[in-house]
């Protein structure tokens, strides 16, 4: 039994819908994408502001190796949703703390995130690179989307 949905493109009728569910992926695929560019923009643009103003501002994990290999791996890999989603949550939390570490050294330096162990961690991540924290979290960024399953 088919449903009845009414929809026509200019093939012909479309009795199931599949028209509309291939659109809505699609949006959210450009959407996934837009919010990646932006965010990978604002964490390089939010670094090259700091060093202006004379603040060192190397915080935060998706600087541009990571951004650029997990783009890599999801590219060979044919992950690429997965590695567009992980990319626009986390490049937009990197220049969101580039922005609150910035706005700290300068503005409020006695100013401390609220402390939720292991949120903090992740959202306030000031450990130096070549650290076993460090690895963790490259290993998990590099295993959620390679796990993920294909849509």
Same mark, same amino acid.
């Given at each position: 039994?088919?449903?009845?949905?009414g929809i026509t493109s200019?093939?012909?009728p479309?009795?199931?819908?599949?028209?509309?569910?291939?659109q809505?992926?699609?949006r959210?695929?450009?959407?996934?994408?837009?919010?990646?560019?932006?965010?990978a923009v604002l964490?390089?643009?939010?670094r090259?502001r700091a060093?202006? !103003?004379? =603040?060192?501002?190397?915080?935060? @994990? /998706? *600087?541009? &190796?990571?951004?650029?290999f997990?783009l890599?791996?999801?590219?060979l890999f044919l992950?690429?949703?997965?590695v567009?989603w992980?990319?626009?949550?986390?490049?937009?939390?990197?220049?969101?703390?580039?922005?609150?570490?910035?706005?700290?050294?300068v503005e409020?330096?006695?100013?401390?995130?609220p402390? !939720?162990p =292991?949120v903090?961690?992740?959202? @306030? /991540? *000031?450990? &130096?690179?070549?650290?076993?924290?460090y690895?963790v979290?490259?290993g998990l960024?590099?295993?959620?989307?390679?796990?993920l399953?294909?849509?």
């Amino acid at each position: 039994m088919r449903p009845i949905i009414g929809i026509t493109s200019a093939f012909g009728p479309d009795p199931d819908g599949r028209v509309v569910r291939e659109q809505s992926c699609l949006r959210a695929a450009y959407s996934d994408a837009i919010l990646a560019a932006g965010g990978a923009v604002l964490t390089s643009y939010a670094r090259a502001r700091a060093e202006n !103003i004379g =603040v060192s501002s190397t915080v935060g @994990f /998706w *600087e541009r &190796p990571e951004r650029t290999f997990m783009l890599m791996m999801g590219g060979l890999f044919l992950r690429m949703p997965s590695v567009l989603w992980e990319l626009a949550v986390f490049a937009n939390i990197t220049a969101a703390h580039r922005l609150v570490h910035v706005w700290r050294r300068v503005e409020r330096p006695s100013w401390r995130p609220p402390s !939720i162990p =292991v949120v903090t961690d992740i959202l @306030f /991540w *000031e450990y &130096p690179r070549y650290c076993w924290q460090y690895d963790v979290y490259v290993g998990l960024g590099i295993l959620v989307p390679l796990l993920l399953p294909i849509q």
